[in-house]
């Protein structure tokens, strides 16, 4: 594989792993900035003897080091915590109130009660400041939604970030983080004071021309759950869709075509190289070729909302355009490295962003693995030929991204390759259609025929989507699979790919030792988890949900109906589990030779049952004082079923008993081993 022998690659993957190491280690400044200089000064003696001794190895490996120190300080410098005039180091509690002027830059998704904002905040409490918060709105106070680069006068509670409250839950407050995003504000009508001042920057025109669209769009009398999907695909725009079409797309395997992407701006970047493929073949046809391509990728990116996705979609597929130019292949390569690069050196936070891994992923499996797979089978007939480059297009990706998708989402759409089949086919026509649709919405003029042309093929695409996901059988959901099988199961399929591509004893001896790492990542997973036992109270608002694990065999106990996303799906499947049985809820259990009293509603509880540890749920009428000199417990649980002021009221008695208490709805779950 040529691609690894390159330099640049090598570089690559230290500043990356860089990155990652800064990311979990989180040193302080002082500390990267010293190992910075450090390197900078052997990199430089180890130039020198380069140069004067050739002792090239020692540089080489110099090199490495101080690519991994960039990229270790590119994250400290970027990361909005380390940024001593950010927000969130006024805010020490968050029970303080403050006052937050801040501009809003992006809508979000609105949830039930609110509409949603990310903000940057520019002073707190009448002090200069930086950095970015999720500001979210009461809709009984604001009916319609404030324009982007709106500048707003808040007061109330800053709210942190916390840590998911059962366990192996998706972590947002981390997801936020990674984007920089270190808190949010809930705020109504009489907290907000809206200024007349509107901040005008390439985002506020951006919003406005959107606006604009859609605003044009709706007066065709284009169809409403239509106009939401083509608003997604095109104008990068995911608010309006609806729940049942996001399922849809989620099982039919074609979620990703939802968010403007890799694949959006790869089919604008194929599209316009097949109508400039006409221009003459010379030098400066071949520059004006690529300036056009690089400054329409551009304008749809300030069409789309300049949203990270899509500029760093747009920064990839800019410098595979600039490959293209050069007409070799090695270059792609190369370019595709300098973009991930680039794009890490400036936003090394993206490195975290899922859609960046697939796209960077998803993309250098189509350059690498695309050409073995179509050599395989060359149709003569031109038709046939164009889908088996999808088909072969869609594995290569597939194969690539399929260990990351399993690792985040735990499930694999069986019929990916039949949806892509039908839908990439279609999606080029949506997607050509559409950006000319919306390129004449922005003017204020649509012809009609083609407005309903688009309206129509947006619901036929819905409808296929719709057919592929109904057959559920086809949806593998729940898969187990943690980060050391990710990294081994890659590693199988690079040195598979190796080996099939040069066979020889080496390269498939190679693939056979990756096969055996994968196999004992999986077991290895097995085995740990078949020698652990615990007892977990969840933070569960409905009804108690208490579980019971003996090595992979889990026992659930509650009064109610578990409901499809429970928390203990998401236990059962980080952890290899299975779940055996649900059981009632007794008022006394035992587990690792301690007794455990679970008192509910009721308020009755046997006298002189000495428990270790003691349980209250739904509330209990009970004077705990009392209950507390008959029992004289270790430790007092308290889940979230409880009113709040019952626990406030239980906390304090424990305070004053000196017995520990934990609350789960403060601080997560519950865990006895």
Known sequence: MKVLQFPLTKITICFVAGILLAHNVKPDFQIVAALLGAALLLFGVAFYYAVKRQQKIYFGIVTFCLSCCIGASTLTVHNSYFQKSNYIHHVQSSDEVHTLEVILREKLKNSVYNDRYVALVKAIDRQKSTGKLIVNLNKQYFHDPFPIGTKLMLKGKIIKHRKPLNPDQFDYGEYLTNKSILSQIYVNGEDVRISNIVVKDPFYYSALLRDRIVENLEKSHFGKTELAVVAA??????????????????????????????????????????????????????????????????????????????????????????????????????????????????????????????????????????????????????????????????????????????????QFPGLFFITNLIIIPFLSIIMALGVGVIIMAAFGYIPVFLAKLLEWSVFVLNEIISWIASFEQFIFRDIPFNSYMLVGLYILIIASIIAVEKPDFKRLAIAITALIIFQASYFGARWSNQNKNEWIVFNSRKATLIAERFGEDVFVYTNAKIEKNNPVQSYLVANFCRLQSLKPLQNIAFFDSKKIIILDSTGVYPKNANPDILVLRQSPQLNLDRVLLNYNPKMIVADASNYKSYVARWKNTCLNKKIPFHATAEKGFYRLQ
């Open 233 to 410: 695909l095109i104008l990068g725009q995911q608010q309006d869709i609806s729940p049942e079409i996001l399922h849809d797309y989620q099982f039919a395997g074609a979620i990703h075509i939802l968010s403007v992407s890799g694949l959006h701006v790869g089919f604008i970047l194929l599209f316009l190289n097949l109508i400039l493929n006409y221009l003459p073949k010379n030098r400066i046809a071949s520059y004006l070729k690529l300036s056009i391509i690089i400054l329409a990728l551009w304008g749809f990116a300030i069409l789309a909302g300049l949203s990270p996705s899509v500029i760093r979609s747009v920064t990839m597929f800019s410098f595979v355009a600039l490959g293209m130019h050069l007409k070799r292949k090695t270059n792609i390569f190369h370019t595709l490295l300098v973009s991930l690069f680039l794009i890490l050196l400036f936003e090394p936070s993206f490195l975290f962003d899922i859609g960046f891994q697939l796209s960077y992923v998803a993309l250098f499996f189509i350059l690498w693995l695309q050409p073995l797979l179509s050599n395989i089978w060359i149709p003569k007939n031109k038709v046939l030929n164009y889908f088996w480059e999808i088909l072969t297009v869609s594995f290569a990706a597939q194969i690539g991204t399929f260990p990351l998708s399993v690792y985040y989402f735990h």
